[in-house]
């Protein structure tokens, strides 16, 4: 095994459980109409998975009846047999490092399923979801997303989400909120957040990305940024290739982010690739080509340790309950 086939990978963010509730019939364990498998999560030597419950429009209008549908979907076809481990407690992440373990947790992708019902909120938090995604790329209940051309804030109902938030444990993300719904959050927010699949906008303008400010603010309150593998946020125009990646890690590096840094795929939420990154399997190819421009703790940082390193001291204490 090469040394880079032993670096363990947190990934922040795919969309397979909107596949798997799509199409019922889908095997997690070994199905290449998924992009993350259990079979590629071992090839690339995940530690870490984050999975999305996102609603697709294409599958009517968002209700929580969906949500816990997909929850379901992933205690029967995520967490089952010897397979991944939950990750939901600071106390677990001490056991995340070795070498044999895999975990996954959960994350909603857009508040809009929860219905402007904080109750909803609390009910996810109990059955383990841990990060909130309070927009896609339009406006909810809650705030605007990133497309939402009046570039609004929070409602006052997502004021309130975000003191909930704040108080329980549960985690907030960035990607797709609006620039004003990221600074009012920035200002609100007693706690650092991430945003698990964003890249640099100054690389690559796509409205998507975060600005050098905004990554400079994360960067301030050591939250963390997961680098994603949409083509069309790492290169204008698409047709990326896992090089130019490096030109997003050197402008995060340079604003002082290297240990903020991660990574968020968002496989399963994109229907092309980046040449030799298309699938969880390759990210031993990816760990090759780090180690050939950057020193060996960096390169553990930016794929496990800076990730694992936030859950340690974010995630909510088991005595919670």
Not at 54 to 68: A, D, H, M, N, V
Not at 152 to 157: L, R, S, Y
Not at 240 to 254: G, T, W
């Amino acid at each position: 095994m090469g040394t880079a086939a032993k670096f363990k990978v947190a990934d922040f963010h795919c969309d397979a459980l909107s596949k798997l509730q799509a199409e019922p019939d889908i095997d997690f364990n070994n199905d290449h109409r998924l992009d993350v498998t259990a079979e590629r999560l071992a090839a690339g030597n995940v530690g870490l998975q984050v999975f999305a419950v996102y609603l697709s429009g294409t599958l009517g209008k968002p209700r929580f009846e969906r949500i816990l549908g997909q929850l379901e979907l992933f205690r029967k076809r995520i967490i089952c047999g010897e397979g991944l481990r939950w990750l939901r407690w600071k106390e677990e992440t001490v056991v995340t490092s070795a070498p044999e373990s895999a975990w996954a947790m959960l994350s909603l992708e857009g508040v809009d399923g929860l219905e402007g019902n904080l109750f909803y909120a609390e009910l996810l938090f109990e059955l383990g979801v841990r990060f909130l995604g309070i927009t896609w790329n339009y406006a909810n209940w809650a705030a605007d997303g990133v497309l939402e051309s009046r570039n609004g804030g929070f409602t006052e109902k997502g004021r309130q989400l975000i003191e909930w938030c704040n108080t329980s444990g549960m985690l907030l993300d960035v990607s797709h909120l609006s620039p004003a719904g990221f600074w009012e959050l920035a200002e609100r927010s007693t706690r650092p957040f991430i945003a698990s699949h964003s890249n640099a906008a100054a690389v690559c303008g796509h409205p998507r990305n975060l600005s050098d400010e905004q990554i400079k603010a994360v960067i301030a309150m050591d939250g963390r940024i997961g680098l994603t593998f949409v083509p069309w946020f790492v290169r204008n125009g698409g047709g990326a290739k896992a090089e130019d990646l490096l030109k997003h890690i050197e402008h995060v590096c340079s604003l002082g982010g290297s240990r903020q840094l991660m990574f968020g795929s968002d496989f399963d939420g994109i229907d092309a690739w980046i040449e030799g990154l298309e699938h969880p399997g390759k990210y031993t190819e990816l760990a090759d080509l780090l180690l050939k421009h950057y020193p060996e703790d960096e390169v553990k940082g930016w794929l496990h340790g800076n990730a694992m390193r936030f859950l340690s001291t974010q995630l909510p204490s088991r005595v919670y309950l």
